[in-house]
C-alpha cells in the first residue's frame, strides 16, 4: 500500500509519544492510530518536524515507525529528513522494509538557488531509491527554502517518484492556484497536494484545489469533517467549522511552542497519557495552560469536540 | 507632544495612499487622519514596513509625515528604519522637526549577537538625538533579528529616550509576561509596550500585560474597542470579538500580500480612493479578491462595520 | 563617457575619505584621483560598500561622487545599491547628471529565488532609467544572495543597460569560464568583468577570461600592473608579483575590518590625510597595526612601493 | 588517552578515502595515519565538515573512525555534529567506546541569541555525557551561526568538559587575543586554542597565543613545521614557510571546491589511492587541476615537498 498522486482526504502528522521519564509510549501510539482511524483519517505522517524525530536515535526511529504501521489501517508516510544522504537512505530503506508507504523529505536550510533545490531532490529520490514515492515538503518559515511554483514542477517532472506535495508556503493560495492550471494544461504531472502549516489557511486551500491536509492540528477528526464539507461544496458549513476552530488552531500554529500546546491538548483528550517532550523540549507556561484551557472552554460551546474533563 | 512610557491604547500603523498613476494621494490622508481620529485611535504610525516608505523619496516621505502631523489630533511616530545612520537621522531630524511625536527603529537584518542589537540601537539613539523618544521595533518574522527579552531589557535601560516597544515576536506572549515582571521588580525602566504582529494574538496580548495595539489591520476601529473591552476585563466580550474577526485579520496577516489586502479593505470602506501601491507591488488575484469579499460578507452578519456597499 | 561591456583595467574602489572629526575631507579625495591617474587605472567605482556610503546624507554622497567626477580623467561609477528603488533612482538621476559614467546596483539580501533576482534586476534598471549603464555586484558572502551563472545571463539578456559584472563570487573561477564560454557561443551578450573579493584569486580570474579588477586593494598601482602582466600573458611575472602582495591582500579581506586596514595603509602612503571612518566603525588594534606594518616591511623588501615612512 | 586543555601543535582534520566506486579505502587511511604520525602531528580529527560525514551510515562512520584510532599513535578527535542530540550521543558514545580521544561539536545553523547558542552546547555535553571531552566548533562563515567572546567564555566556564576551541572565526586574530587575556586575568578557564578556516590567519595565529592548527590543509607536515617555527619565536622564517604556502592555501580553501583540491593533492601526494568523494560531490574542472598544478610547480621551487610526480 503505497502513496500515490491520487491521495486524498487528511494525513494527520503525528507525534511521537513519550511517557513522563522520556521512553518511548507505545500505549499512546496505539490508541492515537485508534483514534485517527476512527476519525477518517486517509493516512498518517510521523517522524515528521513535530515528531521529535531529532531526539530518537535510528532503532528507536524504526520502532515509531513499524508500530504505527503495524497498528493502522492507513497508509503511514515517514520524514526521512536528514543532513546527509546516507542517514537518509538508511532510515527510507529500513522504513519501507517495515511496510510505510512512502517517504517526506524536507530540504536543507542551506540551498539557495533554483538548482540547488532541484538538484537536492534528484539526489534524494535517488537515495532514496526510484521505487519509493516521495513527498516534497515546502515550508519556507521553517526551513528557510524558497521554492517557487517553477522550481516545484521541474522536481515533479523530472522525479517520476514524487507523488505528492505538503504545502506549507505561506502566503501560498496562489501557489496551489498556478500547480493546478499547470496540471489542467498538461505543464505538469498530477500530484497530491496537502496542505500543513497548521491549518491556518485550510478553509480557502481545499476550494482552490488542494486534495486534503497533512498537519497535526489537535483536532484531527474535524480536519476531516472540514476536508470533507470543502470538497462536498458546502462552502458556508466549512467556513463556520472552521471559524470555530480558528482561534486555537491559531495558537497551536505558533513556532516552537506549538508541539507542547498539541501534545497537551492531545493528552486533554485522553489521546496521550502525558505531553513530555524528549529534550530539548518547549514548555508551556501555567499562563498558557490557562489560555489553552479558556479557548478549548470557548470552544465547547460550539463543538461538542472540545468538551474535555477537566 | 511626544510620546511617552505611559503610551496606551491603539496607534495605527498608516499605509501611504497613491493615486492609481503612483502619485501621492493626500486627500486619502486627510480621510484617514479623520478616520483614526473619530475611530479613538490613541495615535498613529506612518512610514512603516507597510507605509511603503522604501517607495518614497526623502522630501516625498516628508511630506506624506507631515501632512498626518498637520491633520491628526493625535501624536504621530514616524519610520526612520534606514540602511545608514545618515539616512536615519536626516528623516528623524526632520520629521521631528516637522511635528512627529517620536521615530519607529527596526534593525537591520545582519545584525546576529545580542551585542551587536544593543550596540546598534545605541547608535541608532545617539543618530536620532538623545532627546528623540524612540520606539524598538522587535519583528523577527520580517526582519530575521532575533531579540531575547534580556536585550530588550539592555536597551530600555541603557537609553533613556527608549519609550516603547513595538512588540511582534511570533511567539510573542512570554515575552510580555518577562518584561512586564521585570518592571514589576524594578530590573526594567517600564515602557509601553504596543502588539503587531498583525494583531494575531492581540486577544491574549492584552491580558499579558500589553498596552494596546500597533497594527494595521483594516478595522482600527474594532482594535480600538477591542483594546478597551480586554483593558476593562470584559474577557468574553473581547475575545467574542477578536474571534469575529480572526478569519479575515488572519487573512490579512500574510506576508507580502498582506497590503495588498489592507488596502483593498480601506478602499472599499471608502478611506482611500485606490488600493494602488507603487511598483514593486505585491497584488491580489482576482480570486483572492473574491476570498476576501466572502470574509467580509461573513463577518458582517456579526459585525455591521463590515457591511460594505458591493 | 559612460562605461560599456568593453571596459576593461582596474576601476578601484575609492574609500570615501573623512577627517579626524568625521567631516568629509575633499582634499583627500583629490590626493587619491591623482594618484589614481597616475597608477594608470581605467576608472573608478565611489560610495561601494567601502566608501561608508550609508553614512553620508544625500547631499554629501552627491558631493563626493561629484568631486571624483570633476578631478578624474577617467569614468567614475556611483553605487546606487538603496534599501528602496525611490532612494536608488534619486541617487542615480543626481549622480548621473553631475557626470557619473555608470552606477552599480547589489542586490537586497532578503532575494532567494532565481526570479526574485531576476525580477529585481528589471525593476531596478527601470527605476534608474534605461539609459543608465549599470554594473552588477555579485557579492554573495556580504549581500546573502547567490547568483547562479544563469541568473546573471538571463539579467544580462533581459537588459541593454546592464553591461558590466562586479565579479566577486567565492569561489567564482568556473562562473568566469561559464560567462565567457556562453558569451563564445552567442548566448550571452557580452559584458565587461571586473573582479572584487579584495582581489584574492586575481591571479587566476585575468587567465579565466576577466577583464580586469574592481577592488580597493590599498595598492592599485599593484592591481594595474598585475592586470596588465596577466593579460600580456606574462604568467610568471603576474603570479610574483601577486604572491608578493599576497600576505597583505589576505590581510586587507577580512570582513569588517578590512576597510580599517586599507585606510590605515592608504594614510602610510600619503594619499589619506587621516584613517578616520565615521561611526560605527570597525578599528584597528595596536596589535593589528602592527602586524600590518610587519607585512609591509617583509612586502618592502622585494615590492619598492611598500617602502613607507614610519 | 583523552584531549585536554593544554593540547598543543597541529591536529589535522582527516578527509575520509574513499575508492573510486565509492567504498571506504581503508589502506588510505593507514597511509594517511602512517604519514601524519611520521610528520609530528599532534592528533587527528575525523568525520568533520570535510570528512564527508554525511555521506557515511552510522556503522561506516564508527568503522572510519575506529580505523584512524586502532593506527594512529596520537589521540583521535571524532566529529558528531548532528541535527540532534540522539544521534550526536550514539555516535559519541560509540565513537568513545572505540576509544576516541574526544568528540567536536558545530552549532546547528539555526541558533541566533546569544542564549540560545549557550543552552545548546549545555545540551550537548549533557547528551554526549559530562566526562567526554568537547570541542566548539566556531566557524561563523559556515554554520551561520556568530559566537561572541563572551558566548565562548560562557560555554567554558559553563562546561567543564570543554577543552578545546577549534577557531575559525573570520576575522578571529581579536577573539584570540580577549579569550588569552580572560585566561589571564583569571575569567575564563584555560583550554586549548586550535585554529582552522584553513590556515589562512596561522601565521599571526600563533603570535595572538593560539596552542596550533587544526584544518585540513593537504600539506599537514608544513603546518607542524610552521606551529613549531612560530611558537620557538622565529619569526621570519614562520612568515617565510607560510607566505610560500599562501597561494595554493588560499586556492584550498575555497568553500565547496576546497575538498576536492585537497583530496587532489593528498592523491597526488601518494597518501590517498583515489580523489574520489561520495555523492554528491563538488568537482574540480580540468581548468582548476591545471591551476593547482601550477601552483605546485611554483611551491616546489622553494619548498620540496611539493615536488610531486606529474
Redesign the interface.
Known amino acids: 500500500m503505497q502513496i500515490t498522486a491520487q491521495a486524498r482526504g487528511v494525513y494527520v502528522i503525528a507525534p511521537t509519544p513519550f511517557t513522563a521519564d522520556g521512553a518511548l509510549d507505545l500505549a499512546s501510539i496505539d490508541r492515537l492510530v485508534a483514534f485517527y482511524d476512527e476519525s477518517g483519517v486517509a493516512g498518517a505522517t510521523v517522524l515528521g518536524q513535530l515528531g521529535e524525530?531529532?531526539?530518537?536515535?535510528?532503532a528507536?526511529a524504526l520502532q515509531v515507525a513499524s508500530r504505527f504501521i503495524q497498528r493502522a489501517r492507513t497508509p503511514i508516510i515517514v520524514g526521512v529528513t536528514?543532513?546527509?544522504?546516507?542517514?537518509m537512505?538508511?532510515l527510507a530503506r529500513d522504513a519501507m522494509d517495515a511496510g510505510a508507504a512512502g517517504v517526506m523529505i524536507a530540504p536543507p536550510?542551506?540551498l539557495?538557488?533554483?538548482?540547488?533545490i532541484v538538484?537536492y531532490y534528484a539526489?534524494a529520490a535517488a537515495a532514496v531509491g526510484a521505487d519509493v514515492p516521495f513527498v516534497i515538503q515546502d515550508y519556507p518559515l521553517t526551513f528557510s527554502v524558497?521554492?517557487?511554483s517553477?522550481?516545484i514542477r521541474r522536481i515533479v517532472n523530472d522525479n517520476p517518484s514524487c507523488v505528492m506535495l505538503k504545502h506549507e508556503d505561506?502566503?501560498g493560495?496562489?501557489k496551489i492556484?498556478a500547480l493546478r492550471e499547470w496540471q489542467r494544461k498538461g505543464e505538469m504531472r498530477p500530484i497530491s497536494i496537502l496542505c500543513g502549516n497548521g491549518g491556518?489557511?485550510l478553509?480557502?486551500e481545499i476550494e482552490?484545489g488542494a486534495d486534503g491536509a497533512m498537519t497535526g492540528y489537535c483536532f484531527p477528526d474535524v480536519l476531516v469533517e472540514l476536508v470533507r464539507l470543502a470538497q462536498q461544496g458546502q462552502r458556508e458549513r466549512a467556513?463556520d467549522l472552521?471559524?470555530a476552530h480558528?482561534?486555537l488552531l491559531?495558537?497551536e500554529q505558533?513556532?516552537?511552542?506549538g508541539l507542547a500546546v498539541r501534545k497537551y491538548v492531545l493528552m486533554r483528550r485522553g489521546l496521550l497519557a502525558s505531553d513530555a517532550q524528549r529534550?530539548?523540549a518547549s514548555a508551556m507556561?501555567a499562563?498558557?495552560r490557562e489560555?489553552v484551557d479558556y479557548l478549548l472552554a470557548?470552544l465547547a460551546r460550539v463543538d461538542a469536540r472540545a468538551r474535555l474533563d477537566a
Chains 1, 2, 3, 4 share one sequence.
Open positions: 524525530a531529532a531526539k530518537l536515535e535510528h528507536e536528514a543532513p546527509g544522504f546516507a542517514a537512505r538508511a536550510n542551506t539557495r538557488t533554483d538548482d540547488q538538484a539526489q524558497v521554492m517557487t517553477s522550481v505561506w502566503p493560495l496562489e492556484s491556518l489557511f478553509d480557502f482552490r467556513h472552521f471559524d480558528l482561534p491559531r495558537y505558533q513556532p516552537g511552542v529534550k530539548p507556561s499562563r498558557a489560555e470557548r
